[in-house]
């Protein structure tokens, strides 16, 4: 949780609150079809439903009040890896900065699965 500070009080930020933004700005790029989750059981990758994308998202708090975001994602088949990695980044740094006014250290992308259609 982060506290943001100023003349009129204070506001605290719940990690969901992060991990929900996260996760719906990456969605809604163009070739990700949805957050990513290893099974315990089985150690395969899950597509998770909408409810439950926060599971694909870890955010890391630093003392100096930044954060850090990790996402896991699964990719439909014939995109570029490397131009989604990057407009994902740019995306989930540009939106959770703009919602929250946290500053955004790292955004880093995993791409867990490749789903061919």
Request: aromatic share 4%; with cysteine; glycine share 10%.
């Amino acid at each position: 949780m982060i506290r943001h500070e100023n003349e009129n009080g204070s506001v605290n930020i719940s990690t969901s609150v992060y991990t929900d933004i996260a996760g719906t700005a990456a969605t809604n790029c163009m070739g990700v079809k949805g957050m990513a989750a290893r099974s315990v059981k089985d150690g395969v990758y899950h597509l998770l439903r909408k409810e439950s994308m926060s599971k694909g998202v870890r955010v890391d708090f630093h003392e100096d009040g930044s954060i850090s975001i990790d996402l896991h994602i699964m990719v439909g088949d014939g995109v570029n890896l490397s131009a989604i990695g990057n407009a994902i980044i740019d995306e989930v740094r540009y939106m959770v900065e703009k919602c929250t006014g946290t500053q955004v250290r790292a955004v880093n992308v995993y791409i867990d699965s490749l789903l061919i259609d």
